[in-house]
């Protein structure tokens, strides 16, 4: 368990370092393309329900994503995080404008005012899942705290990590609990994927 750490720790903090060498122009151009791709998809165009999340500045913004839903008639939600508990629930917004909370990491949150969304909604949902890098299976590493690897287990709908194509790599190490994603899309396409 020591060692599985360890080794996520040292992956972890190389992609982070490297993710702060990005080019803003660069940067600017793949996050756009990785939301095109992602707004082609079929999975996407039928979704009724997107659980986004709020772009820090070295992640991939996908808040053009949220824009484009919002006025197609989807659904969205964000995530409010418990950090005693490092779970965390999705919250309904219908404006941007409703991410009025500073959460963890100093994150823009929905209030506690804004309706939960249910994991028991059904399959006609998106969950997009940041990370720092994913390994070709769709495994992922992201920041360590495990509120996506506690949330997702129940999550019925389609899994989406999005990740910038030169942090895909071979393989990361995963424990028992880890879950790949269902669909990877990076600037340089889209891959479906079947975890084995």
């Known amino acids: 368990m020591y ?3 360890t080794q996520k720790n040292k992956i972890r903090t ?3 370092d490297k993710r ?6 660069i940067k600017r151009l793949c996050d756009e393309k990785i939301c095109s791709l992602f707004m082609a ?16 500045s070295r992640e991939i913004d996908v ?10 008639g989807k659904r969205i939600a964000f995530p409010c995080c418990d950090t005693k508990s490092h779970t965390m629930v999705f919250r309904f917004v219908t404006s941007l404008d409703q991410l009025t909370v500073t ?3 100093g994150i823009p949150e929905p209030g506690d005012e804004c309706p939960v969304y249910s994991r028991e909604e059904g399959a006609a949902a998106v969950c997009l899942v940041p990370g720092i890098v994913y390994d070709k299976k769709g495994y ?6 495990g509120y996506y690897d506690r949330y997702l287990p129940s999550f019925k709908g389609t899994k989406v990590g999005f990740v910038y194509s030169d942090f895909v790599i071979n393989s990361v190490p995963r424990g ?5 994603v269902d669909v990877l899309v990076t600037e340089k396409g889209v891959k479906a994927l079947h975890a084995g």
């Open 20 to 25: 702060k060498t990005l080019q803003p122009v």
């Open 176 to 180: 028992r609990y880890d879950l790949a």
């Open 41 to 56: 998809l079929v999975s996407y165009r039928y979704s009724e329900t997107l659980l986004m999340y709020y772009p820090t």
């Open 3 to 5: 060692e599985l750490r």
């Open 103 to 105: 959460g963890t990491f």
């Open 14 to 16: 190389h992609y982070i």
């Open 63 to 72: 808040l053009p994503i949220a824009r484009h839903a919002l006025s197609s």
């Open 140 to 145: 992922r590493l992201g920041y360590g705290k």
